[in-house]
């Protein structure tokens, strides 16, 4: 983020009560209360994909909470804060585990469920006034001071979003934040990092309810009254229409989207019936025709999209990062080569009644390349997904580096040191490629949600990053650190992805289909740069169909065909190998399909 | 007469620009091979083609302008597409697939299609051992065969095929080509979308080479194969048996 940027927000909050009349005074007290929510929705739904429908019962449970124990037991409001992010963390919690599991278009509505209980509960409670609320909140007092005035209240809102802003930020350009970003369970590949995508959904939906829990609590004490209407399904809604016409992958749209949407509401309300001559909720269907036109117009909202009407960074770039030299980063000791790393026995899988591997068993040595090819459908990646702990296996056994892995999920298989590539390069497209291959260095480091967004893990951030950089230099793209991943040709997508893996310190490496789609050129470019990991130590498995490019570079070839290993051997024996020439490669003499033809 | 032809077409995603002015032309019952790295613009000028992207410049379709004619009408000509990613409906049937891929003769009150099923049959007899299973549960191979049968089934004059071969194991590359170089017996159309630049001007009459969003080199398919340049590019120096 741009600190100037910053320094400019708050001068101009700084100034703004001398220039703002009164009425916009109260105006910007309530966009600041509504960026708060909204940052947060950036946070879960713009960058972790987790769209919410159910935030402003937090803000309800922060604001009753506060209200309650003021009032009935004339609790100092600063004490109810904690109180009431206790409560809120609680219910996030509670929410979270019944909600978060579920995927796709059911969360949102999941969120809807429970958005509309809460609002009951806080109509339905006698202690809470039920419909009538409650009232006669005591203001807010600091060091003597009532906080009590408007332009009081102005400051202390936006120095909690400024914050909030910022922690947003900060967050979004962490390890964490990458974790965030990765694409959750919506991609095989982030747990295939290592990412417990679980536990960062958990923990980014609590820190938003508790960002949440504290707009709630100046709500109470600026307004000094609370009822349940504002908690309700409708103020969600707006919120997320604010999150959608700012910009949900953009903080700063958070704020742009809040404003725009509460002082335009404002402007409707009175222009509408100005020029009408009538009265009603005309606004709202404004509002409905403006969200429309966005997501047709703009639909990464309003401030990405005028971002892109800015003087273009040049080639695609979406970062600028600055990777200083750092402590590297501990690493595994290299296995001995020759000694067995990963032994497969009688491993199987059925699906149903088919048998999609079937007692296939075979050992990779430290320090080799192996090729596992066959015909499509054979059962290779079955066989990845076993090896990777993806799908649990029927039957047999797997161990490496004499371990056994049996029973272990995709995580922990990757944290024993076993990394894979996907058939379709799966990279973050608007992350930079940089943090990409970061990404793949996850598990290396430790900080969490709390330390970047106070920028306590920087060291160990630079670390990471200049391990990237080392990975990206190492397959040959040290000069695009800062490009979109999804701007550069396929071939280079795959050596992102080998570089990330790279990054995670693998003892073995599995590659799905590394050469496909590639041409000649970047084929012996590959081919080149798996040789020099070979030679640095590294033993790779990998499935291609490129019968050119596997039997130039591996050292041993397992054949499997309708779920059974049918040949094993080295490149030579098995290209003469009659069952393989006869499942798999053909005979030579039909190399030509024209042949066929005529 | 030309089948398909192309002068200066031009196609953007907003601002920049994919292809810039591509002049292609594909003769009746030719097979005409395009290859090119990725990112080139090899599906988008695909997708221009059949109308599900907008262009400039012009495309002629047996002589005639076919700026203004939409998607389904392009269909009904005769003008048929099959992705790269096979596109198939995987949770009906292979019967089904099959059935569709008519749709738009039917449309037209053309119901009676069996003897078309039955050709496609013949040229891929795995579709009818798998009739009644779901697409969803075919191998690749198998989904390529269907995604050509269902192209077969409108009884195109015009096939584009993009990149048939992408992710087959060998033998079955080789069994696909054969079967795109055998249409060239019923009279149709090919244009063909390939990273296997070897096979893709093996069985090709004429052959372009689409880099950067232009058309760089262009030729006879054997003059091609023979292009130095080419060669190191997209073929290598050493023949292989796999392909």
Not at chain 1, 330 to 351: N, S
Not at chain 2, 88 to 105: E, I, P, Q, Y
Not at chain 2, 163 to 190: H, N, Q, Y
């Amino acid at each position: 983020m741009s600190v100037r940027a910053l320094i400019v927000a708050a001068a101009l909050l700084l100034i703004g009560p001398w220039l703002l009349p009164p009425f916009y005074i109260t105006l910007a007290n309530y966009v600041g209360l509504a960026s708060i929510v909204v940052l947060g929705l950036v946070l879960l739904g713009g960058a972790g994909g987790l769209m919410s429908f159910g935030q402003a019962a937090f803000v309800g449970i922060g604001a009753y909470t506060t209200a309650y124990l003021s009032i009935a037991y004339n609790l100092s409001p600063w004490l109810s804060l904690f109180v009431g992010l206790a409560v809120t963390g609680g219910a996030a919690l509670l929410l979270g585990a019944l909600t978060l599991r579920l995927t796709g278009h059911y969360l949102p509505i999941g969120t809807l469920g429970w958005s509309v209980s809460i609002y009951y509960v806080f109509a339905n409670i006698e202690a809470l006034g039920k419909h009538d609320g409650l009232s006669d909140i005591p203001p807010l007092t600091a060091f003597g001071f009532s906080l009590q005035s408007s332009n009081a209240f102005f400051y202390l809102i936006w120095i909690v979003a400024l914050l909030a802003l910022v922690s947003i930020n900060n967050i979004l350009d962490s390890r964490f934040g990458r974790a965030v970003r990765s694409g959750g369970r919506t991609t095989p590949m982030a747990e295939a990092l290592g990412v417990n995508t679980a536990r960062v959904s958990m923990t980014i939906f609590i820190y938003c309810a508790l960002l949440a829990s504290v707009s709630g609590w100046l709500y109470a004490h600026f307004m000094r009254f609370v009822n349940p209407t504002p908690f309700g399904l409708g103020t969600s809604i707006e919120y997320f229409f604010m999150a959608v016409i700012g910009g949900a992958t953009s903080a700063w749209g958070a704020i742009v989207g809040a404003g725009f949407y509460i002082i335009g509401k404002q402007w409707l309300q009175t222009l509408i019936p100005a020029f009408t001559g009538r009265v009603g909720q005309y606004d709202v269907i404004v509002f409905g025709l403006i969200v429309i036109a966005i997501l047709h117009y703009a639909r990464q909202g309003l401030v990405p999209s005028l971002a892109l009407l800015l003087p273009r960074k040049a080639g695609g770039r979406v970062a600028h990062h600055v990777v200083g030299s750092a402590e590297p980063l501990a690493h595994r000791d290299k296995p001995q080569p020759g000694t067995k790393l990963l032994q497969i026995d009688r491993m199987e899988k059925r699906f149903g009644g088919l048998a999609a591997v079937n007692g296939v068993s075979f050992d990779i040595q430290a320090g080799e390349i192996m090729a596992l090819i066959g015909p499509n459908g054979a059962g290779k990646t079955t066989m990845f997904n076993l090896i990777t702990g993806v799908i649990p296996k029927t039957a047999g056994r797997i161990s490496f580096a004499g371990h056994s892995l049996d029973g272990l999920g995709s995580r922990q298989v990757m944290e024993r040191g076993i990394t894979r590539t996907f058939q379709h390069a799966l990279l973050r497209p608007h992350m930079s490629v940089l943090e990409n291959v970061a990404l793949g260095a996850h598990t290396r480091g430790r900080s969490g949600l709390i330390a970047a967004a106070l920028r306590l893990e920087r060291k160990e951030e630079a670390r990471l990053l200049a391990e990237a950089k080392k990975q990206l230099e190492r397959v040959g793209l040290g000069d695009q650190f800062d490009a979109a991943a999804d701007s550069l040709p396929l071939g280079k997508q795959r050596l992102i992805e080998i570089a990330r893996a790279l990054a995670s310190d693998p003892l073995l490496l599995l590659l799905d289909e590394p050469a496909a789609g590639l041409r000649y050129e970047e084929k012996v470019a590959l081919a080149k740069l798996l040789d020099n990991l070979r030679t640095e130590g590294m033993t790779l498995l990998l499935v291609e169909h490129d019968m050119d490019f596997v039997m130039n570079l591996v050292d041993r070839v397992v054949v499997m065909d309708f779920g059974e290993k049918i040949a094993e051997g080295k490149p030579d024996e098995i290209q003469t190998n009659p069952k393989v020439i006869e499942a798999y490669l053909g005979s030579v003499d039909e190399c030509s399909p024209l042949k066929h033809a005529v | 007469m030309l089948a398909l032809e192309t002068r200066g077409l031009t196609v953007g995603y907003g601002k920049a620009n994919v292809l810039h002015g591509i002049d292609v032309a594909v003769g009746e019952g030719a097979i005409v091979s395009l290859i090119g790295p990725n990112g080139a613009g090899k599906t988008t000028m695909l997708m221009a083609l059949m109308g599900l992207l907008k262009s400039g410049g012009e495309v002629r379709y047996f002589g005639e302008i076919i700026r203004n004619v939409d998607v389904e009408d392009r269909v009904a000509r005769g003008l048929c597409l099959v992705p790269e990613r096979r596109e198939l409906f995987g949770d009906m049937t292979v019967g089904d697939n099959l059935a569709l891929g008519r749709f738009s003769g039917w449309l037209k009150g053309d119901r009676d299609f069996k003897a078309t099923l039955d050709d496609v049959f013949q040229r891929f007899p795995r579709l009818l051992e798998r009739l009644s299973k779901n697409a969803s549960t075919l191998s690749g191979g198998e989904r390529q065969m269907l995604a050509l049968g269902r192209a077969l089934m409108s009884r195109p004059k015009v096939l584009m095929l993009d990149e048939p071969s992408l992710g087959l194991a060998p033998l079955m590359v080789r069994e696909i080509f054969r079967i795109i170089a055998d249409l060239r017996k019923t009279g149709v159309s090919i244009l063909l979308i390939e990273q296997n630049a070897r096979a893709a001007l093996e069985i090709a009459d004429y052959g372009y080479v689409l880099e950067n969003g232009a058309i760089t080199l262009e030729g006879p398919a054997q003059e091609l194969a023979g292009n130095p340049r080419i060669v190191d590019t997209y073929l290598g120096r050493r023949q292989s048996a796999a392909e």
